[in-house]
């Protein structure tokens, strides 16, 4: 079966830290672009960052600039967000999902999600 799958999500404090992960399975990560992104409550879908076969990485959003990391480790066949100096406004479900590309709109696999909420 083809599928990936989110993991790490949870509660996390304000100003903590949180890191996420996207595994493969089925199939080989190490050619595809991948890209994070959220659905906080009542919003629409935002793209978060995404990172290319190189290892190179854009970011969708600026609120997450130097605060989040994407990272890969093709080993694992899984890709991270490392999450840190946490806000309010960064709660919602997590996804990661397949690209040829990270720019343009052309998506291939999804997760089911991992939910992220940042409260004391």
């Known amino acids: 079966q083809l599928q990936l799958v989110e993991s790490g999500g949870g509660l996390v404090q304000p100003g903590g830290s949180l890191r996420l992960s996207c595994t493969a399975s089925g199939f080989s990560l190490d050619y595809y672009a991948i890209g994070w992104f959220r659905r906080a409550p009542g919003k629409e879908r935002e793209g978060i960052q995404c990172i290319r076969p190189d290892n190179s990485s854009i970011n969708y959003v600026d609120s997450v600039k130097g605060r989040f990391t994407i990272s890969r480790d093709n080993a694992k066949n899984t890709v991270y967000l490392q999450m840190s100096s946490a806000r309010p406004e960064d709660t919602g479900v997590y996804y990661c999902?397949?690209?040829?590309?990270?720019?343009?709109?052309?998506?291939?696999?999804w997760g089911q999600g991992t939910q992220v909420t940042v409260s004391s």
């Open positions: 999902a397949t690209k040829p590309r990270c720019r343009g709109h052309e998506y291939g696999y």
